[in-house]
């Protein structure tokens, strides 16, 4: 520590006074202590810790021992016999007794006065640097913690990367170089370790094959997403592997995860032939087949589905909302799952299927819910039937005939449309029956119905009501 050069020439005209505003502002604490430790004078900087410690009124004349914990009082007087030796103490930290029943850390140094048998002892407040050194060690913890679970993570992955009887590798995203093979993908390709790991992934397929497996990676680098598995031949035997890719981030770097399935005539083994063509059935439907979970989001879709919202596979959909695509937004289809966990299905529920794009499409969906202890989901099946039951293929003259096919438009037509599609619905139900009460009387239904029989004829030509004597009738009139 450097101390002034000439404090008698610099400082000589310092009074008491400008020596406590000195020690006021320099400290959070100030203590004029007498020999036997006795406090006969103090100062705070700050009022609230002034009022945190009760400090004014009930230290004065107080052992300055009396005013820390236990295990501060034997540091009090090796910083009085410090300072009473070399004039001034080095720093120690105390703790005060607070109010409150907690500690305050003080850092504390002693200054001998002149000659006397008086000590100012100079306190700086440590509880912003205790609750940083607290936060410091929990952060620290925190990380240790973490990183101990990531250590057992990563010893999971390793002993299930190395257990695991299915063919796995691990690729450079950028590069296609593969950074690690499990040993069953080292069984697989008849190569040692050495000369799989770091070499291109595609070089151990055949010239076709190799094609698609590029065109695979790159469409998967481009959309985040595989768009489907590939099939491929080994160039070492003639077995055939189905090869799926999955993207993933680690540190910086941009990973994909290669599988490779043995490649057989029936895709998905341990179910008959039967069922297997049953399945194929539901992938090439033409109509849209979803398999979702309990609350609506997809796990399966066909390529019908897909097609029908607009999407360049059915992979993207896995994951996402049914909602997204299918009805109107937070309406149909939760009239749907409701109407599913009472009821054992629905049949051609009339709704819309929105497009990425925007297009929609005027569908019918009939949907079962699915009993699984492990994974209970729901089942849809969805129709296109735009062109059988859009409103632009009926004729203008052509109005729904009930409140049934009325509510089929809502959503598909504007309000206004509709509006009046209503008012006429009623003005030809009340038409036909006026007609019925009177015997097909027309002068007696015009009557009943308070307008005139050149205005009654208009209307029935208008709803297709009218014959030809009606015809001929109003042309007299």
């Known amino acids: 520590m450097k101390a002034f050069k000439a404090p008698t020439q610099s400082l000589g005209g310092l009074n008491a006074e400008t020596a406590a505003n000195v020690i006021e502002t320099a400290t959070d604490i100030a203590l004029v202590v007498d020999g036997d430790g006795v406090i006969q004078d103090v100062a705070f900087q700050r009022t609230d810790l002034s009022v945190e410690l009760g400090g004014y009124g009930k230290w004065l004349g107080r052992p300055w021992s009396d005013t820390v914990t236990a295990e501060s009082k034997p540091k009090i007087n090796a910083l009085l016999q410090e300072a009473s030796t070399n004039r001034k103490s080095g720093w120690r930290q105390l703790h005060h007794q607070s109010l409150n029943g907690g500690d305050v850390p003080v850092l504390y140094a002693t200054v001998r006065l002149g000659r006397t048998n008086r000590y100012v002892a100079l306190g700086r407040d440590l509880r912003d640097v205790a609750e940083l050194q607290r936060k410091l060690i929990e952060a620290q913890m925190s990380i240790e913690r973490d990183y101990a679970r990531l250590r057992q993570i990563e010893a999971r992955y390793r002993l299930l990367f190395q257990l695991s009887r299915e063919p796995v590798l691990i690729i450079d995203a950028n590069s296609h170089k593969t950074m690690e093979a499990n040993p069953a993908a080292i069984e697989l390709f008849g190569n040692p370790a050495k000369r799989i790991i770091g070499r291109n992934f595609p070089e151990s397929f055949d010239a076709e094959s190799n094609e698609r497996l590029r065109l695979l990676l790159s469409d998967l680098r481009a959309g985040g997403r595989s768009t489907g598995d590939v099939r491929a031949r080994l160039t070492n035997s003639d077995k055939h592997v189905v090869v799926t890719a999955s993207l993933f981030r680690q540190d910086v770097a941009s990973m ?5 399935a043995p490649a057989t005539d029936n895709p998905l083994p341990g ?13 090439y439907a033409p109509d849209g087949l979803v398999v979702t979970d309990r609350d609506a989001r997809i796990e399966s879709a066909n390529a ?61 969906v009939s949907a079962v819910p699915l009993q699984d202890d492990n994974a209970p989901g729901f089942g849809f099946a969805i129709r296109d039937v735009g062109r059988r039951l859009s409103p632009n293929a009926r004729s203008d003259r052509e109005l729904p005939r009930s409140a049934d096919q009325l509510t089929e438009l809502i959503g598909r037509v504007p309000l206004k449309d509709l509006v009046r599609e209503t008012t006429d619905v009623i003005e030809r139900l009340c038409i036909e029956a006026a007609l019925n009460l009177t015997g097909d009387n027309r002068a ?13 004829y208009v209307k029935l030509r208008r709803f ?14």
Do not use: C
């Open 256 to 260: 994909i995860l290669i599988r490779l």
């Open 304 to 364: 019908a589905f897909a097609e029908m919202a607009q999407l360049t596979g059915e992979d993207i959909a896995r994951g996402e909302a049914l909602e997204r695509w299918l009805g109107r937004p937070g309406i149909d289809l939760n009239i749907l799952i409701a109407n599913l966990r009472q009821n054992e299905s629905i049949r051609m529920f009339a709704t819309i299927l929105r497009g990425e794009y925007g297009a929609t499409t005027d569908v019918e």
């Open 464 to 477: 297709g009501l009218a014959d030809a004597t009606d015809e001929n009738e109003s042309t007299q009139q």
């Open 444 to 456: 007696s239904a015009a009557e009943m119905l308070g307008v005139s029989r050149q205005s009654l």
């Open 271 to 283: 179910i008959p032939s039967a069922g297997a063509k049953l399945l194929k059935l539901a992938e």
